[in-house]
């Protein structure tokens, strides 16, 4: 018998081989076609109550529920230690009598019905549910767009809720006896998930369009670009178009800046029928501008745009410690500093980032005060002209106006970054260049007040102690909803045309 030679044995070892590493190939592509086959929880396509996902997801569920632990009393952001100016800006509208720091998710739904600024509201709209519940895809298909944004939120919206979603009203509780009342119902998961695929998705449909407006399409955002347009539904700068039967709309015409929303807004403001701005000063009779929670925007043109939402605020966790998870618990990513910061910061100790984090939100806290202080001055400086003119004296509507256009861009300047949540970490360049044109505006106003009122003898030394002592009085008074009927006086009467 012939001995095999050295080529032969080459042949059939690279044959062999070729086989093994085909079927390898072949196990893998099966397995990860297995992987990538598309999840079917059997659940209905528009599943809203977020106890459906209980059981098909219990690690993802525990962790939802950590959000009832967030804050477990309605703290007051016009506190004398938070925002004591508050009750002064907003003068008018019901802001200005509660406005909450903000709590977990699970409690978004509920807190909303029981703000005042709801419940002393008759003429409140259901627009206002439009990023707070699960339930408004449903409201929108029952009455269609053209009614769903402009029902009455007390006569129309809670009474068709109440049969719609009241059945599971008070199950969702913490350990604790902690219960949100319409936690089934408040931001959850078919906000953010395809109820069957659980692939992330938009839900709301002038989401949609308001990207659409930026030129893009939904269709082609990657996975990571999903991880943070989920969160855009809600956490963005929105109003009620008065042109589109009251639709929530982001101002994203010209662009994601504070200053490019500033210009579309004001280009809204010139159109017959337009929006003029959530309400009109008690105090200075000016249009104005309420900023929501504009967190998308400032992140959009930060230092950390490439990072998605999810990256911090939702870190992978491990649970059992095996199954890797994202975290739902939303909140400070201070909480979770090892997973959602080193995980690129590596070189940093913990230390040092909390330190960072904290310095740029205390530069960006002091700048927030100082303008707010400015901004409430300009109010009262407006108010005087108004009050000095109706008494006859030489103040020409055209200065008035001129003030009052001041004081309504001084606003919005420091109203944006003051109400995106991240205290300017998202974006500290951007949230300074706001607070600083918000200045510049205010104090231009007060300039301007002050030679037309000094023309027609004004002491404006007076004037100043007047506000001093009205700031005061509202910062004195103890119950916070009562806060803002000491901006108003005898000196500093209600000048509103409407």
């Not at 209980?54 to 007051?76: G, I």
């Amino acid at each position: 018998m012939k001995k095999m030679g050295s080529a032969n044995k080459k042949s059939i070892l690279l044959i062999v081989f070729s086989f093994l590493l085909m079927l390898a190939l072949v196990g893998c592509a099966n397995s990860q076609a297995q992987e990538e086959e598309p999840m079917n929880t059997g659940l209905d396509p528009n599943e809203w109550n977020n106890f459906a996902f209980k059981d098909l997801f219990p690690e993802h569920w525990e962790s939802y529920m950590k959000n009832m632990e967030n804050e477990k009393e309605v703290l007051p952001k016009n506190d004398p230690s938070i925002e004591p100016m508050l009750p002064i800006v907003w003068n008018g509208f019901g802001f200005a009598v509660e406005y909450n720091l903000t709590r977990g998710h699970t409690y978004a739904f509920e807190d909303q019905m029981n703000v005042r600024r709801i419940t002393e509201n008759p003429n409140a709209v259901s627009a206002c549910m439009s990023c707070k519940t699960t339930v408004f895809p449903a409201m929108l298909e029952e009455f269609g767009p053209e009614r769903a944004y402009a029902l009455n939120y007390h006569e129309e919206a809670m009474p068709w809720l109440e049969e719609f979603a009241g059945e599971d009203k008070g199950r969702m509780a913490d350990g604790f006896g902690n219960v949100a009342e319409w936690g089934h119902a408040s931001i959850g998961c078919s906000t953010c998930h395809d109820p069957v695929t659980m692939d992330l998705r938009v839900s709301l449909p002038h989401t949609t369009d308001a990207f659409e407006r930026l030129g893009f399409d939904l269709e082609n955002a990657t996975q990571h670009d999903m991880r943070s347009i989920v969160c855009a539904q809600c956490h963005v700068e929105y109003y009620f178009d008065p042109l589109n039967d009251l639709q929530t709309t982001f101002p994203w015409g010209y662009g994601l800046t504070f200053e490019d929303q500033w210009e579309y807004s004001e280009y809204q403001a010139s159109r017959e029928g337009g929006f003029q701005g959530e309400y009109v000063s008690t105090i200075s009779n000016t249009p104005i501008l309420k900023a929501q929670h504009p967190e998308y925007e400032l992140w959009s043109y930060g230092p950390h745009q490439t990072v998605s939402c999810a990256d911090c605020h939702m870190p992978y966790q491990r649970v059992d410690g095996k199954k890797k998870i994202s975290s739902h618990r939303w909140g400070s990513p201070m909480l979770t500093l090892e997973e959602s910061c080193r995980t690129c910061h590596g070189d940093k100790s913990p230390t040092y980032l909390e330190t960072r984090v904290k310095d740029i939100q205390e530069r960006h806290k002091e700048q927030l005060l100082r303008a707010q202080e400015i901004g409430a001055s300009a109010h009262y400086y407006v108010n005087r002209m108004i009050v000095r003119q109706r008494e006859g004296l030489a103040i020409s509507d055209e200065a008035i106006q001129e003030v009052q256009a001041l004081v309504r861009e001084g606003q919005w300047f420091w109203d944006m970054p003051a109400a995106e949540n991240s205290y300017g970490f998202h974006n500290p360049d951007g949230a300074m260049a706001s607070f600083t044109r918000s200045i510049d505006r205010s104090q231009q106003a007060i300039l301007v007040a002050t030679r037309a009122l000094m023309a027609v003898g004004e002491d404006i030394d007076e004037l100043e102690r007047q506000i001093e002592i009205t700031k005061q009085n509202v910062i004195n008074e103890s119950v916070n909803h009562e806060k803002h009927t000491h901006a108003i006086n005898e000196w500093f009467p209600n000048v509103r045309d409407n």
